[in-house]
């Protein structure tokens, strides 16, 4: 995933169709959040340690790492 385009395209969809979903009343605030934090915390960390890795900053088996806080930030010219 090494092209820009791609990253922000990946990151930015599920969000906005969250956001939709919640708009137009198909999910409840309770699954709204549920996912919001599945984004935050599962989705977000793989997709931006995949993008990592792919790049080779980091290795693949340190992906996981990407889930403490403040590593987005170390990485933040990478990604």
Known sequence: ???IFIY???I???LAILIWLNKIGAIN???FVGLLFF???IFRTYIDGKR???KNVIPKKDI???I???KHIEYFKEL
Do not use: A
């Open 8 to 10: 922000y395209l990946t």
């Open 68 to 70: 403490i806080p403040g």
């Open 64 to 66: 996981w790492k990407m």
């Open 1 to 3: 995933m090494k092209n």
């Open 29 to 31: 605030s309770t699954y």
């Open 12 to 14: 930015l969809t599920p």
């Open 39 to 41: 984004y935050l915390l």
């Open 52 to 54: 990592l890795s792919d």
